[in-house]
């Protein structure tokens, strides 16, 4: 009965907007899980666990965990049509922490995600110059001597991003350089980002037909200017050429099941949010395979792209392609530093860098999304001012956090609030995900919610998943996860510049203790709302059972 009254409301009162058709929808999903990862850390992944073979454990991963849990998200938003808080709390309400604890995480991203969105427009902007600024050595911040430590160091773009763009300091400690081309930078992508989403998905579903497609235009058109530039063989075979004794190590298994469920986007409650605005009557099975195998085909396409630009970087001997590690390394050092090279560098730069602010801007969209809807529609905290004022007072105060991150030590702080407060929170809140729908509300209640609004139920193997498998992988990967954060301490990189002996630029050293306790305060943080929900509501229905006991009559026995 609690479920046909629940259908009911659904079909009867939505009046919260919705998408302008099913493909605002799909673009708006496909640019919310293709992000800078799909670029910058999958391929790397690939050739670290052995090529090729690297794609057996990541298919895995996606058959058991990542399509299983996205239509888990997809299809509890369509039938409850709420944001993350609204539909935990529908499915019991001592479950609205996880929705609350959604929203924080979602805000989190949103901080230093849009960082690296302004780093990505930096390089965009000194890109429209006729010779690319890090190909040439420069000192901005006074903290080398001079410019011959960039000329004996032979890595010009490695300076360039530590010493003219970051400006880095000595360590997480240290802040007293900044950025302020950074900040203008940051608060270009926060302008751009409002426009964008300060309705709604009735204006972010608008930008999506933009932000969305021309990525796939600026990645094509590299991949054809890739794979015919000298070299681009070699970088290929690295990339594919597998090696199946990989496979027998757990580290390739358990970097296959994160990529997966990062690159997906699972956990913020962006998918939520967005599929609550989709009409009811939707084949969410099918949206969620869609996104999927679009994600997941992103990452193995830009893969050729980025390991056919490291062949000629390599084949012009300024780097191997053994040296490049993921993340900034890949795309703000190596990849510029080959792009330079190339005949009309500019060009190609400009290419490169836009197609990088555009993934980055609609992932940005997604998660801003995911964090403003519960606010405005589930929580209703501020009833009596519009969405657009929330959303730009959000927006103004995330940028002033956000300005922290253009010191001299915003590349460190970064560096804790991806590997602390991104990891384990979002594990812990899918893994609740999977017990609230299989365990609480039940697959069999799921099921019979998606054939009402698919007209067919999800097949067993779904079912299954829900309810055993994606939590036991969760369970392990946050166990692994949990395990070497305990026995090591991350390492991160700092910019010691060079001296007489050494001119290496960056020393690989452990976070210090500061930063790890802010990295678990942020752990805490995100997660902390889940607790006073479940003991308030678990106190409230203890004291209503007590209630309904004592007024019941009292029953005679002989």
Not at 331 to 352: D, K, Q, R, T
Not at 492 to 521: F, H, I, K, R
Request: with cysteine.
């Amino acid at each position: 009965r609690e479920l046909e009254t629940e259908r009911v409301k659904t079909k009867v009162k939505d009046d919260r907007g919705a998408w302008g058709n099913k493909i605002e929808y799909l673009l708006a999903c496909i640019g919310l899980a293709v992000g800078l990862g799909n670029v910058w850390r999958f391929p790397y992944l690939c050739h670290k666990h052995g090529g090729g073979a690297f794609l057996i454990p990541y298919f895995i991963c996606l058959v058991l965990e990542g399509v299983p849990l996205m239509y888990l998200e997809m299809a509890v938003g369509q039938f409850f049509r709420s944001g993350s808080v609204n539909c935990w709390h529908k499915i019991h309400p001592m479950l609205r922490g996880i929705g609350v604890g959604c929203v924080c995480v979602s805000i989190l991203l949103c901080l230093y995600y849009v960082v690296i969105i302004a780093r990505c427009i930096f390089y965009f902007i000194s890109s429209f110059t006729v010779s690319l600024p890090f190909t040439v050595c420069s000192n901005v911040t006074g903290v080398l001597l001079n410019e011959t430590c960039c000329e004996r160091s032979n890595d010009k773009a490695n300076y360039y991003w530590w010493n003219n763009v970051l400006q880095a300091s000595g360590g997480f400690e240290d802040v007293e350089n900044f950025s302020w081309e950074l900040l203008g930078c940051l608060a270009i992508a926060w302008v751009v980002v409002y426009i964008c989403v300060f309705k709604g998905v009735e204006s972010s579903g608008k930008a999506v037909y933009f932000t969305a497609t021309f990525p796939y235009i600026c990645l094509v058109i590299l991949f054809f200017r890739a794979v015919t530039l000298p070299g681009a063989g070699d970088g290929i075979l690295v990339y594919i050429t597998p090696k199946f004794d990989k496979l027998l190590t757990g580290q390739v298994w358990l970097d296959a099941a994160t990529q997966i469920f990062f690159s997906l986007s699972l956990g913020f409650g962006a998918l939520v949010a967005f599929a609550s605005y989709v009409p009811y009557k939707n084949n969410v099975g099918r949206d969620a395979v869609i996104v999927s195998l679009v994600n997941c085909g992103t990452s193995v396409f830009a893969g050729f792209v980025i390991y056919s630009i490291l062949g000629f970087r390599q084949h012009k001997d300024i780097g191997t392609i053994e040296g490049v590690s993921s993340g900034s390394g890949l795309a703000f050092v190596a990849i510029s530093e080959a792009v330079s090279e190339m005949p009309a560098g500019p060009i190609w730069a400009v290419l490169f860098f836009t197609m990088l602010v555009l993934l980055g801007l609609d992932s940005e969209f997604g998660t801003l999304e995911g964090a403003v809807t519960p606010i405005v529609v589930d929580m209703n905290l501020f009833p009596k001012i519009r969405k657009e004022i929330i959303s730009a007072v959000l927006a103004v105060v995330l940028f002033v956090f956000g300005i922290g991150f253009c010191s001299g030590g915003g590349e460190y702080m970064i560096a804790v609030f991806d590997y602390y407060g991104m990891n384990i929170p979002i594990l812990i809140l899918a893994l609740c995900e999977c017990i609230a729908v299989g365990w609480v509300f039940g697959t069999e209640n799921m099921s019979l919610a998606i054939e009402d609004m698919q007209g067919s139920r999800p097949s067993k193997f779904f079912t299954i998943c829900w309810k055993y498998i994606s939590p036991g992988l969760l369970i392990i990967i946050f166990c692994v996860t949990f395990v070497q954060n305990m026995i090591a301490a991350p390492t991160y990189n700092v910019y010691v510049g060079c001296n007489e002996t050494d001119a290496s630029l960056v020393q690989e050293v452990t976070l210090p203790v500061t930063a790890q306790l802010l990295g678990w305060v942020i752990v805490v943080g995100a997660l902390a709302p889940m607790g006073p929900f479940f003991m308030v509501k678990n106190r409230e229905r203890e004291r209503a059972t007590r209630t309904r006991s004592s007024s019941s009559p009292p029953v005679c026995t002989p």
